[in-house]
């Protein structure tokens, strides 16, 4: 079938949304890490967080923020695509390093703070399952002496939801923020255009 220039155009014509948008998120993976990190250029397939739990506003540590973390991460994974959370960036693309958050582990000096680190963010993502947890992979740059987490989230092969406090919630990820889905119809709408009936 390939072999016909006409029907090899509109399978092109057809697909070519779709191979450029898995093609982007297959290259914020290996990309140079300054290519990913400017000004305006969160999207809805690549996300920055200043920190995973250090409120730079309020001084302190804040479990909302590692709540957002664990939100767009299954946003991520609930996506066609997948994406990229870069943490120790802030939300104009300039480095805020993790040195906030390297603060607020008892055991620092113990261990290394990328181990503890990437321990606090394994049990956060905890919360979406096993499974789920493991379509997460992190690791660390350092910029001009500033360290960032560079997260890859593969699309998972089934519903992701996050179970906190008793509660359930399915994030989907759209071009500008990642919502949580309450209503149940549209909820099944959805879990049925991503993954079938």
């Not at 305006?40 to 506003?57: G, M, N, P, Q, V």
């Not at 606090?120 to 992190?138: E, F, I, V, Y």
Request: charged share 35%; net charge negative; proline share 4%.
């Amino acid at each position: 079938m390939l072999d016909d220039a006409d029907l090899r155009e509109a399978l092109l014509e057809e697909y070519r949304t779709d191979i450029y948008r898995r093609a982007r998120v297959a290259r914020q993976r290996t990309c140079p890490i300054g290519e990913l990190i400017g000004p305006d250029r969160e999207d809805r397939f690549l996300e920055y967080k200043s920190t995973l739990r250090w409120d730079i506003r309020k001084g302190e540590k804040a479990g909302y923020l590692e709540d957002a973390v664990v939100k767009t991460v299954a946003g991520f994974a609930n996506s066609p695509y997948g994406g990229t959370l870069l943490a120790g960036v802030a939300d104009n693309g300039s480095i805020h390093d993790l040195e906030d958050d390297y603060a607020t582990f008892s055991k620092r000096g113990e261990r290394g703070d990328h181990d503890l680190w990437g321990q606090q963010l394994k049990n956060l993502l905890d919360r979406l399952g096993k499974s789920a947890a493991t379509l997460a992979d992190w690791e660390f740059y350092s910029i001009d002496g500033n360290d960032i987490a560079h997260i890859s989230v593969d699309p998972s092969d089934h519903p992701v939801y996050e179970t906190r406090g008793g509660q359930r919630f399915f994030w989907w990820r759209t071009p500008v923020s990642t919502d949580a889905i309450d209503d149940e119809t549209e909820r099944e709408r959805i879990i049925a255009r991503r993954w079938g009936p």
